[in-house]
Protein backbone atom coordinates (compact mmCIF):
# COMPACT_ATOMS: atom_id res chain seq x y z
CA UNK A 1 0.00 0.00 0.00
CA UNK A 2 1.09 3.38 -0.43
CA UNK A 3 1.68 5.34 2.82
CA UNK A 4 1.75 9.14 2.66
CA UNK A 5 3.53 10.20 5.96
CA UNK A 6 3.69 14.29 4.87
CA UNK A 7 1.59 14.48 8.25
CA UNK A 8 5.04 13.23 9.70
CA UNK A 9 7.49 15.70 8.20
CA UNK A 10 5.16 18.49 9.06
CA UNK A 11 4.12 17.57 12.84
CA UNK A 12 8.19 17.10 13.03
CA UNK A 13 8.71 20.71 11.37
CA UNK A 14 6.71 22.22 13.57
CA UNK A 15 8.16 20.39 16.82
CA UNK A 16 11.41 21.90 15.47
CA UNK A 17 10.40 25.22 15.13
CA UNK A 18 8.73 25.40 18.34
CA UNK A 19 11.57 23.75 19.78
CA UNK A 20 13.75 26.37 18.16
CA UNK A 21 11.52 29.51 19.60
CA UNK A 22 11.47 28.19 22.98
CA UNK A 23 15.33 27.08 23.96
CA UNK A 24 16.94 29.28 21.53
CA UNK A 25 15.41 32.74 21.08
CA UNK A 26 14.19 32.39 24.85
CA UNK A 27 11.09 34.68 23.92
CA UNK A 28 7.99 34.34 25.50
CA UNK A 29 4.94 32.30 23.46
CA UNK A 30 2.20 33.22 21.98
CA UNK A 31 -0.17 30.63 23.58
CA UNK A 32 -0.89 29.82 27.46
CA UNK A 33 2.87 27.76 28.43
CA UNK A 34 1.94 24.32 29.73
CA UNK A 35 3.43 22.71 32.42
CA UNK A 36 5.39 20.02 30.58
CA UNK A 37 6.60 22.41 28.07
CA UNK A 38 8.71 24.48 31.29
CA UNK A 39 10.17 21.59 32.23
CA UNK A 40 11.48 20.74 29.06
CA UNK A 41 12.94 24.09 28.41
CA UNK A 42 14.55 24.14 31.82
CA UNK A 43 16.11 20.64 30.78
CA UNK A 44 17.12 22.36 27.82
CA UNK A 45 18.75 25.47 29.70
CA UNK A 46 20.37 23.17 32.17
CA UNK A 47 21.64 20.81 29.17
CA UNK A 48 23.20 24.01 27.07
CA UNK A 49 24.55 25.82 30.43
CA UNK A 50 21.94 28.79 29.20
CA UNK A 51 20.35 31.00 31.99
CA UNK A 52 16.93 30.72 31.61
CA UNK A 53 14.56 33.18 33.15
CA UNK A 54 11.37 31.36 33.47
CA UNK A 55 9.69 33.66 36.09
CA UNK A 56 7.24 35.35 33.87
CA UNK A 57 5.76 31.95 32.64
CA UNK A 58 4.93 30.82 36.51
CA UNK A 59 2.79 33.69 36.55
CA UNK A 60 1.13 32.62 33.37
CA UNK A 61 0.43 29.23 34.19
CA UNK A 62 -1.51 30.52 37.11
CA UNK A 63 -3.51 32.92 34.91
CA UNK A 64 -4.49 30.68 32.46
CA UNK A 65 -5.18 27.77 35.07
CA UNK A 66 -7.40 30.52 36.97
CA UNK A 67 -9.16 31.45 33.58
CA UNK A 68 -10.04 27.59 32.44
CA UNK A 69 -11.36 27.36 35.79
CA UNK A 70 -13.64 30.37 35.83
CA UNK A 71 -14.43 29.76 32.38
CA UNK A 72 -15.07 25.72 33.43
CA UNK A 73 -17.70 27.19 36.42
CA UNK A 74 -19.71 29.75 33.83
CA UNK A 75 -20.25 27.23 31.64
CA UNK A 76 -21.42 24.45 34.18
CA UNK A 77 -23.89 27.25 35.71
CA UNK A 78 -24.96 27.47 32.26
CA UNK A 79 -26.06 23.85 32.14
CA UNK A 80 -29.01 24.63 35.15
CA UNK A 81 -31.69 24.45 33.19
CA UNK A 82 -30.94 21.15 31.75
CA UNK A 83 -29.79 19.22 35.22
CA UNK A 84 -31.73 16.81 35.97
CA UNK A 85 -34.34 17.78 38.69
CA UNK A 86 -34.95 14.69 41.81
CA UNK A 87 -38.35 15.26 44.12
CA UNK A 88 -37.66 14.84 47.48
CA UNK A 89 -39.46 15.01 51.00
CA UNK A 90 -39.61 18.11 52.63
CA UNK A 91 -37.97 17.69 57.12
CA UNK A 92 -35.62 14.79 54.53
CA UNK A 93 -32.50 14.13 53.76
CA UNK A 94 -30.66 12.92 50.65
CA UNK A 95 -27.08 10.97 50.97
CA UNK A 96 -24.62 11.11 48.21
CA UNK A 97 -25.85 14.13 46.24
CA UNK A 98 -24.58 14.11 42.62
CA UNK A 99 -23.11 17.36 41.05
CA UNK A 100 -25.19 19.37 37.89
CA UNK A 101 -28.43 17.34 39.63
CA UNK A 102 -31.52 19.28 40.92
CA UNK A 103 -33.29 18.44 44.65
CA UNK A 104 -35.87 20.05 45.60
CA UNK A 105 -36.69 21.46 49.11
CA UNK A 106 -39.81 20.04 49.14
CA UNK A 107 -41.38 23.44 51.04
CA UNK A 108 -41.49 27.05 50.52
CA UNK A 109 -39.00 28.65 52.33
CA UNK A 110 -39.67 31.58 55.04
CA UNK A 111 -36.89 33.68 57.67
CA UNK A 112 -36.19 30.59 60.57
CA UNK A 113 -35.83 28.18 57.70
CA UNK A 114 -32.19 26.25 57.21
CA UNK A 115 -30.44 23.94 55.06
CA UNK A 116 -27.44 22.01 56.36
CA UNK A 117 -24.62 20.53 53.48
CA UNK A 118 -22.57 17.88 55.17
CA UNK A 119 -18.99 17.22 52.85
CA UNK A 120 -15.51 16.03 52.71
CA UNK A 121 -13.09 18.74 52.11
CA UNK A 122 -10.16 18.17 50.10
CA UNK A 123 -7.20 21.02 49.96
CA UNK A 124 -6.59 19.64 46.00
CA UNK A 125 -10.01 20.14 44.86
CA UNK A 126 -11.03 22.93 42.64
CA UNK A 127 -13.64 25.36 43.00
CA UNK A 128 -17.16 24.26 44.53
CA UNK A 129 -20.28 25.76 45.51
CA UNK A 130 -23.94 25.17 46.41
CA UNK A 131 -26.37 26.83 44.83
CA UNK A 132 -30.06 28.00 45.14
CA UNK A 133 -32.56 28.10 42.50
CA UNK A 134 -35.65 29.27 41.74
CA UNK A 135 -38.04 27.23 38.68
CA UNK A 136 -36.91 29.51 36.36
CA UNK A 137 -33.27 28.50 36.70
CA UNK A 138 -31.86 31.66 38.16
CA UNK A 139 -29.28 31.33 40.64
CA UNK A 140 -30.63 33.41 43.78
CA UNK A 141 -27.21 32.62 45.47
CA UNK A 142 -24.13 31.23 44.75
CA UNK A 143 -21.69 30.02 47.59
CA UNK A 144 -18.70 29.15 46.04
CA UNK A 145 -15.48 28.75 48.34
CA UNK A 146 -12.56 29.22 46.47
CA UNK A 147 -9.32 27.71 47.34
CA UNK A 148 -6.76 28.63 45.49
CA UNK A 149 -7.95 32.75 45.96
CA UNK A 150 -8.22 32.12 49.84
CA UNK A 151 -11.86 33.66 49.23
CA UNK A 152 -15.55 32.95 49.48
CA UNK A 153 -17.50 34.37 46.83
CA UNK A 154 -21.20 34.59 47.02
CA UNK A 155 -23.09 36.16 44.03
CA UNK A 156 -26.80 35.81 42.40
CA UNK A 157 -27.56 35.13 38.72
CA UNK A 158 -31.05 36.46 37.94
CA UNK A 159 -30.67 36.97 34.13
CA UNK A 160 -27.29 37.05 34.32
CA UNK A 161 -24.38 37.12 36.94
CA UNK A 162 -24.82 40.17 39.51
CA UNK A 163 -22.13 42.18 41.93
CA UNK A 164 -20.12 39.73 44.32
CA UNK A 165 -19.59 39.59 47.80
CA UNK A 166 -16.28 38.09 49.00
CA UNK A 167 -15.10 37.78 51.85
CA UNK A 168 -12.43 34.93 54.07
CA UNK A 169 -12.00 31.61 52.90
CA UNK A 170 -13.70 28.88 56.15
CA UNK A 171 -11.01 27.18 57.83
CA UNK A 172 -11.23 23.72 56.69
CA UNK A 173 -9.16 20.62 56.77
CA UNK A 174 -7.86 18.52 53.84
CA UNK A 175 -9.87 15.14 54.08
CA UNK A 176 -12.25 16.07 56.79
CA UNK A 177 -15.70 16.43 56.60
CA UNK A 178 -17.14 19.82 57.34
CA UNK A 179 -21.09 21.13 57.43
CA UNK A 180 -22.22 24.25 55.67
CA UNK A 181 -25.15 25.93 57.33
CA UNK A 182 -27.72 28.26 54.80
CA UNK A 183 -29.67 30.11 57.25
CA UNK A 184 -32.47 32.39 55.75
CA UNK A 185 -32.80 35.53 58.19
CA UNK A 186 -35.19 38.24 58.01
CA UNK A 187 -33.57 40.23 55.06
CA UNK A 188 -30.55 37.74 53.46
CA UNK A 189 -29.21 34.70 54.16
CA UNK A 190 -26.14 33.92 56.79
CA UNK A 191 -23.78 30.86 56.16
CA UNK A 192 -21.72 29.02 58.67
CA UNK A 193 -19.24 26.33 58.22
CA UNK A 194 -18.70 23.98 61.28
CA UNK A 195 -20.48 26.39 63.64
CA UNK A 196 -18.26 29.63 62.92
CA UNK A 197 -20.08 32.57 60.58
CA UNK A 198 -19.03 34.02 57.70
CA UNK A 199 -17.97 37.71 58.01
CA UNK A 200 -20.42 38.81 55.69
CA UNK A 201 -24.05 38.24 54.73
CA UNK A 202 -25.46 38.08 51.38
CA UNK A 203 -28.89 39.79 50.86
CA UNK A 204 -32.21 38.61 49.35
CA UNK A 205 -32.41 39.85 45.76
CA UNK A 206 -35.64 37.48 44.82
CA UNK A 207 -37.81 36.45 47.08
CA UNK A 208 -36.84 33.02 49.08
CA UNK A 209 -40.40 32.06 48.82
CA UNK A 210 -39.25 31.38 45.34
CA UNK A 211 -36.64 28.98 46.21
CA UNK A 212 -37.29 25.49 44.83
CA UNK A 213 -33.91 23.51 44.25
CA UNK A 214 -30.38 23.24 45.51
CA UNK A 215 -27.83 22.30 43.05
CA UNK A 216 -24.12 21.68 43.23
CA UNK A 217 -21.12 22.49 41.15
CA UNK A 218 -17.42 21.16 40.95
CA UNK A 219 -15.39 19.48 44.14
CA UNK A 220 -12.75 16.98 42.59
CA UNK A 221 -9.54 15.12 44.10
CA UNK A 222 -11.05 13.71 47.20
CA UNK A 223 -13.54 16.44 47.76
CA UNK A 224 -16.80 14.51 48.48
CA UNK A 225 -20.30 16.04 48.74
CA UNK A 226 -22.09 13.62 51.23
CA UNK A 227 -25.25 14.63 52.33
CA UNK A 228 -28.03 17.60 52.08
CA UNK A 229 -30.46 17.82 55.30
CA UNK A 230 -33.67 19.82 53.83
CA UNK A 231 -35.59 22.53 55.94
CA UNK A 232 -38.43 21.14 58.19
CA UNK A 233 -40.90 22.73 60.36
CA UNK A 234 -37.49 23.59 62.85
CA UNK A 235 -36.54 26.64 63.23
CA UNK A 236 -32.30 27.57 63.04
CA UNK A 237 -30.99 28.61 66.34
CA UNK A 238 -29.13 31.43 64.67
CA UNK A 239 -32.07 32.83 64.04
CA UNK A 240 -33.62 35.62 66.77
CA UNK A 241 -37.26 36.26 64.67
CA UNK A 242 -36.55 39.84 66.13
CA UNK A 243 -38.22 41.01 63.16
CA UNK A 244 -41.46 39.11 63.95
CA UNK A 245 -41.22 39.63 67.52
CA UNK A 246 -41.44 43.29 66.88
CA UNK A 247 -44.38 42.74 64.78
CA UNK A 248 -46.14 40.89 67.60
CA UNK A 249 -44.90 43.17 70.01
CA UNK A 250 -46.08 46.39 68.12
CA UNK A 251 -49.56 44.72 67.44
CA UNK A 252 -50.07 43.78 71.12
CA UNK A 253 -49.00 47.67 71.98
CA UNK A 254 -51.76 48.65 69.41
CA UNK A 255 -54.01 46.27 71.32
CA UNK A 256 -53.86 47.57 74.63
CA UNK A 257 -53.98 51.26 73.32
CA UNK A 258 -57.50 50.87 71.52
CA UNK A 259 -58.83 49.59 74.95
CA UNK A 260 -57.77 53.06 76.83
CA UNK A 261 -60.47 55.48 75.75
CA UNK A 262 -59.65 59.03 77.38
CA UNK A 263 -58.41 62.27 76.48
CA UNK A 264 -55.01 61.64 76.85
CA UNK A 265 -54.55 58.45 74.72
CA UNK A 266 -51.71 60.33 72.65
CA UNK A 267 -50.32 60.79 75.65
CA UNK A 268 -50.58 56.59 76.41
CA UNK A 269 -49.43 55.83 72.80
CA UNK A 270 -46.87 58.50 72.85
CA UNK A 271 -45.12 56.90 75.81
CA UNK A 272 -45.40 53.37 74.79
CA UNK A 273 -43.17 54.05 71.94
CA UNK A 274 -40.51 55.87 73.74
CA UNK A 275 -37.83 54.00 74.70
CA UNK A 276 -38.85 53.69 78.51
CA UNK A 277 -42.45 52.48 77.63
CA UNK A 278 -42.08 48.53 78.21
CA UNK A 279 -45.32 45.95 77.83
CA UNK A 280 -44.76 44.78 81.52
CA UNK A 281 -45.86 48.26 82.91
CA UNK A 282 -47.83 49.73 79.89
CA UNK A 283 -51.41 48.60 81.27
CA UNK A 284 -50.65 49.97 84.58
CA UNK A 285 -49.45 53.50 83.21
CA UNK A 286 -52.53 54.01 81.10
CA UNK A 287 -54.71 52.63 84.20
CA UNK A 288 -53.50 55.20 86.29
CA UNK A 289 -53.79 58.13 83.88
CA UNK A 290 -56.70 57.54 83.18
CA UNK A 291 -58.40 56.72 87.06
CA UNK A 292 -58.45 59.88 87.97
CA UNK A 293 -61.06 60.81 84.80
CA UNK A 294 -63.09 57.36 84.13
CA UNK A 295 -62.46 53.91 84.77
CA UNK A 296 -61.05 51.35 82.57
CA UNK A 297 -63.47 48.55 81.87
CA UNK A 298 -61.03 46.10 80.57
CA UNK A 299 -57.31 45.92 79.63
CA UNK A 300 -56.15 42.29 78.87
Not at 92 to 105: D, M, R
Not at 134 to 144: A, K, T, Y
Not at 268 to 293: C, D, F, H, I
Amino acid sequence: EDYDDAWENESMAEFNNQKHHFVHENAPPTEPVKKDSQALLRRAADESEEKYDDSWMNQIIEDSEDESRTSEFQEEANLVNLAERQDTEASGTVENPAINVKYSLGKELEPGDFIEIHATYSSESGWFSANLLDGSGNILIHINPRPNWRKTVMNSKIGGWQSEVRCELPSLKSYENFVMRIVMMDEFYKIYFDGKALSKTFPYRKSISTVNDIIFFGGNNGFKWNKIVLPGTEKAIEYTGLKAFQSKVNGLKQEILTKVAGTNLQEVKSYANSTEGSLTNLPMVAYEKNSRQRRVSSIR
